[in-house]
């Protein structure tokens, strides 16, 4: 659930000057211009102002909203001159919930930003070295292009990432060092306040949105189901919603073989989740089983289209859920209580599998409660090496040939041609369907489509560097060499054959 590695080292490398400054404002008056109710496409009234500029970001400061240090949040919009419609996007970061994680100590994986968000964050989302990224490029529903995503041309909205709690706390939390060595960290998780003083601000801006897409990757993949009743129901006048979830799913937790119960029960208490549930619809229902909003909100927006997405061997969103939460030190794979014992070893072949085995049956758990509803719907390809699998909605840098990324880099440094990103940008998410070849973007165009019913697509057929680890292969040796293959230096202290 950290940012995606976009660009390894020696290609960021080629990158120059990229991007440019987006405008900056301290609030919504100075960005409105003077000049009425012209701006959006459609018929010219969904917006009651005229924005500083179109196609590029600007950036907005809401009131009281704070990042984990208590410094200034701020989000990003890019105005249509042709569309009316919106798309909101929430960036992935991590999560944090105890010392260990917020603190970024122990070697513990934790949350992005924790000192706050640049003025430059939407266009320099990604730097290497004197380079930057612009946030379009890190994922590729934001960008401009047609030939990479199906909204090019619509009103984006791209949400930052800086409270550790996948948008859905409303609290300060105090965490002390266990060891007694280091000062208390105070944490603002605050993302879900964030996104109600964001909504009060969008509102500013759009009197009217005939469709809303809502979306992210990993944290921000939950926080975009998390929150999308409140976008939904918050926004003026939204006439069809339309919601992805990337790999970041609210599994079931209430089943014999659900996994994830753990970890909702741990961030429960300290993000202070509560109050979100208690202002949700069927706000019982979700407190009995969190995995619930899904159905929950399929029932309150039947006509809304609903999807999640996520390889079926994510190996980042399946660490932060079970690794210190189930042990296997025993020989059997048990839940153990959070902060008793080591974990699962992230690094260690046998714990792989368990990773993948836990990960497995909660996807069971949610492809059935999909199946139930007509408007949701799931795209689960299996693997690809890019970014351990994790978070379709970002490029698959590390799945395409050479020449290809080098072609993307030509255009994003503005020195190529158009579509030059689009080969890039859904690379590895691939998957056969009864109607042949499909990638994430075609999925998402299908999930646009009113017209046509709503369609979930399962790879049935593994794939990639470790198959043998994932479950009901039952290669142990073959899971020992793909895993040990990978490790470098860790090769000895996992007691991995001489390769």
Not at 353 to 378: E, G, H, K, P, V
Not at 417 to 436: H, I, R, V
Not at 442 to 454: G, I, Q
């Amino acid at each position: 659930m950290h940012k995606p590695v976009f660009l390894s080292f020696f290609l960021g490398s080629l990158l120059l000057a990229l991007g440019g400054c987006g405008n900056d404002a301290e609030n919504l008056d100075q960005l409105l211009g003077t000049g009425g109710t012209g701006g959006g496409g459609g018929d010219g009234g969904s917006r009651g102002f005229e924005p500083a500029a179109f196609g590029e970001w600007l950036k907005f400061e809401p009131e009281g909203a704070l990042c984990s240090n208590g410094s200034q949040y701020k989000f990003f919009v890019q105005f249509s001159e042709t569309s009316d419609d919106v798309i909101v996007f929430f960036e992935g970061g991590g999560a944090c919930w105890d010392f260990e994680s917020c603190s970024r100590t122990a070697g513990i994986r934790g949350a992005a930003n924790p000192d706050g968000l640049p003025d430059s964050h939407a266009t320099e989302n990604q730097d290497f070295g004197d380079a930057a990224i612009d946030a379009k490029f890190v994922y590729p529903l934001l960008n401009d292009d047609p030939d990479v995503s199906p909204m090019a041309d619509w009103n984006k909205v791209f949400v930052p990432y800086c409270t550790g709690d996948v948008y859905s706390g409303q609290t300060t939390t105090t965490y002390s060092d266990p060891n007694e060595m280091e000062p208390d960290n105070e944490f603002l998780h605050f993302g879900h306040t964030n996104v109600l003083a964001m909504i009060d601000e969008l509102n500013g801006m759009f009197n009217s949105i005939p469709r809303l897409f809502v979306s992210g990757c990993s944290a921000g993949g939950a926080g975009s189901i998390i929150n999308y009743h409140f976008l939904r129901s918050g926004l003026n006048e939204v006439g069809r919603g339309y919601l992805l979830n990337d790999s970041g799913p609210i599994y079931p937790n209430s089943e014999p073989t659900s996994r994830s119960l753990p970890v909702h029960s741990r961030i429960r208490s300290v993000w202070n989740v509560d109050p979100l549930i208690m202002s949700a619809p069927r706000a019982d229902d979700i407190f009995d089983d969190f995995g619930n909003i899904s159905e929950v909100l399929a029932a309150e927006y039947p006509n809304d289209r609903i999807a999640a997405t996520f390889f079926q061997l994510d190996y980042n969103y399946s660490l932060y859920s079970y690794e210190r939460f189930y042990d296997n030190d025993s020989g059997t794979l048990m839940p153990i209580e959070f902060g008793s014992a080591p974990g699962l070893d992230e690094f260690a072949w046998l714990d792989r599998a368990d990773f993948y085995s836990l990960w497995a049956d909660d996807i069971a758990l949610m492809r059935a409660q999909y199946d139930t509803a007509d408007n949701l719907a799931y795209y689960l390809p299996f693997y690809r090496d890019t970014n351990s699998s994790h978070c379709v909605t970002v490029p698959g840098i590390e799945d395409v040939p050479t020449p290809v990324v080098l072609d993307a880099i030509n255009y994003i440094g503005s020195d190529g041609e158009m579509g030059a990103f689009a080969p890039l940008a859904w690379a590895g998410s691939d998957m056969e369907t009864d109607a042949g070849t499909m990638n994430l973007r075609d999925f998402v165009e299908h999930l646009l489509d009113d017209s046509t019913p709503l369609e979930s697509h399962f790879e049935d057929t593994p794939e990639g560097h470790y198959m043998a680890c994932a479950p009901g292969m039952d290669d142990e040796p073959g899971c020992r060499d793909a895993v040990c293959e990978r490790l470098g230096t860790r090769q000895e202290e996992q007691g991995c054959p001489e390769m």
